[in-house]
């Protein structure tokens, strides 16, 4: 239950709780109490999503109002969409962090798996994000912060699963983490490691195997702390992880099958490691980052005319220093710096077609920025303005069946501020009203489609431009009647200018990129958090998103008014969770909860279909004894077998087509047990 902060931790550890059961949230690069940033933020500790059996963004992500979501079952993750805000092409178009390390798939969104396990906190903050964190964050920014080492306290933890999938077979997973101080109060180490399998589901009709999308995700992850005097903390950390889909992903028919022409089985492989310092000079704190990663996802697949390899291999390298006030006076600010530099190699080879591409992209992006707020004397109203100043250079080169070409490089500007006025009528409440601007460089136009466009009439720019959004937005959030009662909602309008979207070459299978004129979303968000009584915590939250195209894109089949791709116009959820002190040393507790989406649909081609309504219920019951835990779940409880994204249509033959879309996992009951160990070092 991840809709507003306040309230969802009933009852759970938290490593983001403050004094008197706050939640404190970073999401304006300081810490402050949710209930008082003027931004739309839910936050769910790590605790808590374990205390739920998440095992991934999917599970729990689309609880966040006016964000959609949904798996693909591949190596190339999750689909997010916030606000409306939805592209398949560009640098991520929704920021997505690990940690500290900003993650962009340079030219196409990526959003990685990231395994709900060991984690301190998932912040998702929605409306534009740039003046802070900068380029992508433009319907918003989810950011995963995975849990430090414990210089006190050791730890020891683990979970095995085990669960069935109608229509597939055994899934099974282990999961461990431990943390250690090696000189208390001065150096820790935590380690934390997962394994899990999932067999398939669906079926290939072309070759006859039944449940070829097996599944299977590792990772690991290790933090070292050092605080060798009272005001600096070190920390270094390392995270690794792997995923294989040999039979393709969560792609199938309407009627649960697939064919060897539409699914490519993949693998992907990441690697980041990183620093941070942060040092208190009293009354400010300076901070420091370092993070670089390596992403890989190799691809093969078949079609009728032979094979296909592609390889993804991305690589992100970042600093970034800030200094923040940490007082209590009426002024709060933040100022820093920042510098990325990333690399995108793609190889595509189709023997068939003659096709032999590969292509490298080059982006080094700098960036200076701050943002300060400041309290009106004796009046409970809080004035903010922010500024970032962004440069990206981006170049690159292709080389098509070894004959190279460079690529015209390009260096983007832009200035993107925030302003926000809010008023705190009550000590747990905020009512506010904001302006902020969001931005992503624009992209070089594959060589291909460029010197072909003009052969059959279709003129292309060689570099296309950076594309920029401004979001108007009034909101109110309040903790009431001592938390019993937690309300959230918001209002907004977003002009987002300059989306990128394809073009079909005639009598080719390329497309080129171009410029549209934009894209205008106006939506409404609310959430509620209940605590009627002791152990019992009701929420529901839902949200309608209006995005659309403002004029027509000739050469595709966008018009006036079309919506924007992956984008749904309703979610929906529910849930209740219960829990019962059965005896002094045993605790039982139960949830169920509900996710929906209207049908997404994709605008570009007349060949895309919309996807369905999906109505997702999970539900959950379980004991918990003094350091261990035992929990009977349901994912997919009743068995929702619908289109999650839009369809894609391809021609096999003649006269025939093959539909498909991505699919949640079927019906899937297992049991999980876990136990936990701790206390003080000696």
């Given at each position: 239950m991840s809709a507003p902060v306040a309230a969802q931790e009933q009852g759970a550890p938290a490593a983001d709780a403050g004094r008197d059961g706050d939640i404190i949230v970073t999401a304006r690069k300081r810490e402050e109490r949710a209930i008082d940033v003027p931004i739309a933020v839910t936050a769910v500790s790590g605790a808590a999503l374990e205390k739920r059996g998440a095992a991934n963004l999917a599970d729990f992500l689309q609880e966040a109002p006016g964000v959609g979501i949904y798996d693909g079952g591949s190596a190339l993750g999750t689909k997010i969409t916030i606000r409306g805000i939805s592209t398949s092409l560009g640098a991520n178009e929704n920021g997505f962090y690990l940690d500290d390390l900003p993650f962009t798939g340079v030219t196409v969104p990526i959003s990685p798996d990231v395994r709900a396990w060991d984690l301190d906190r998932v912040e998702i903050l929605r409306g534009p994000q740039g003046t802070l964190f900068g380029e992508g964050s433009m319907g918003g920014t989810v950011r995963i912060l995975t849990k430090g080492a414990d210089l006190n306290d050791w730890e020891a933890k683990g979970l095995g699963m085990v669960s069935d999938t109608k229509g597939g077979g055994t899934n099974a997973g282990?999961?461990?983490?431990?943390?250690?101080?090696?000189?208390?109060?001065?150096?820790?180490?935590?380690?934390?490691?997962?394994?899990?399998?999932?067999?398939?589901?669906?079926?290939?009709?072309?070759?006859?195997?039944?449940?070829?999308n097996d599944q299977t995700y590792d990772t690991f992850r290790a933090k070292l702390r050092f605080d060798p005097v009272d005001r600096l903390s070190i920390t270094g950390n390392y995270w690794f992880s792997e995923s294989d889909f040999p039979g393709g992903g969560s792609t199938a028919r309407d009627d649960g099958e697939q064919t060897r022409t539409t699914v490519p089985s993949s693998r992907s492989r990441e690697e980041l490691y990183g620093a941070t310092a942060r040092y208190d000079l009293g009354g400010a704190e300076?901070?420091?980052?370092?993070?670089?990663?390596?992403?890989?996802?190799?691809?093969?697949?078949?079609?009728?005319?032979?094979?296909?390899?592609?390889?993804?291999?991305?690589?992100?390298?970042?600093?970034?220093?800030?200094?923040?006030?940490?007082?209590?006076?009426?002024?709060?600010?933040?100022?820093?710096?920042?510098?990325?530099?990333?690399?995108?190699?793609?190889?595509?080879?189709?023997?068939?077609?003659?096709?032999?591409?590969?292509?490298?992209?080059n982006s080094r992006a700098r960036a200076l920025f701050g943002e300060t707020t400041y309290t009106l004397p004796g009046v409970p109203v809080d004035l903010t303005a922010g500024l970032r100043y962004f440069e990206d250079r981006v170049s690159g080169f292709e080389a098509n069946s070894g004959v190279a070409v460079d690529q015209p490089g390009k260096t983007y500007h832009s200035w993107n501020p925030r302003f926000s006025v809010a008023w705190?009528?009550?000590?747990?409440?905020?009512?506010?009203?904001?302006?902020?601007?969001?931005?992503?460089?624009?992209?070089?136009?594959?060589?291909?489609?460029?010197?072909?466009?003009?052969?059959?009439?279709?003129?292309?720019?060689?570099?296309?431009?950076?594309?920029?959004?401004?979001?108007?937005?009034?909101?109110?959030?309040?903790?009431?009647?001592?938390?019993?009662?937690?309300?959230?909602g918001a209002l907004f309008y977003s002009d987002w200018k300059d989306v990128a979207v394809r073009i079909p070459i005639p009598r080719t299978s390329f497309n080129g990129l171009i410029n549209s004129d934009g894209t205008r979303t106006k939506g409404a968000e609310l959430s509620i958090v209940a605590v009627p009584t002791p152990g019992l915590t009701l929420s529901a939250g839902g949200a309608y998103v209006d995005a659309e195209y403002v004029s027509a894109v000739?050469?595709?089949?966008?018009?006036?008014?079309?919506?924007?791709?992956?984008?749904?116009?309703?979610?929906?959820?529910?849930?209740?969770?219960?829990?019962?002190?059965?005896?002094?040393d045993v605790q039982a507790f139960g949830r169920i909860g509900w996710q929906h989406s209207s049908p997404r649909r994709n605008s570009s081609y007349s060949a895309f279909l919309p996807g369905d309504t999906i109505d997702r219920i999970d539900a959950r019951v379980g004991v918990e004894l003094a350091q261990l835990t035992i929990a009977l779940f349901a994912d997919n409880l009743t068995d929702d077998t619908g289109a999650t994204s839009f369809r894609s249509v391809y021609q096999v033959g003649p006269t025939a087509f093959d539909i498909t879309s991505n699919r949640l996992r079927p019906r899937t009951l297992g049991l999980e047990a876990s136990f936990r160990f701790g206390g003080p070092a000696r």
């Open positions: 282990a999961k461990g983490a431990f943390n250690a101080p090696i000189i208390p109060g001065v150096l820790a180490v935590r380690v934390a490691g997962t394994h899990e399998r999932y067999q398939g589901w669906v079926d290939n009709s072309d070759t006859g195997q039944t449940n070829v300076l901070f420091y980052s370092y993070s670089h990663s390596d992403f890989t996802v190799p691809q093969q697949g078949a079609s009728p005319r032979g094979t296909i390899d592609v390889n993804i291999d991305i690589g992100v390298e970042a600093h970034e220093l800030r200094l923040a006030s940490t007082g209590d006076g009426p002024l709060t600010w933040t100022i820093g710096g920042y510098a990325r530099d990333s690399q995108r190699n793609d190889t595509v080879k189709f023997s068939a077609a003659g096709i032999d591409n590969d292509a490298q992209i705190h009528p009550m000590a747990n409440a905020t009512i506010y009203a904001s302006a902020a601007k969001g931005f992503r460089s624009g992209q070089l136009q594959p060589s291909v489609p460029y010197a072909l466009g003009p052969v059959y009439g279709v003129v292309l720019p060689a570099t296309l431009s950076q594309d920029a959004i401004w979001t108007y937005e009034v909101g109110a959030k309040a903790d009431l009647w001592d938390r019993k009662l937690t309300l959230e000739p050469g595709t089949a966008i018009v006036k008014g079309s919506a924007v791709d992956d984008v749904a116009k309703f979610t929906a959820n529910a849930s209740a969770d219960y829990s019962t002190q059965v005896s002094d």
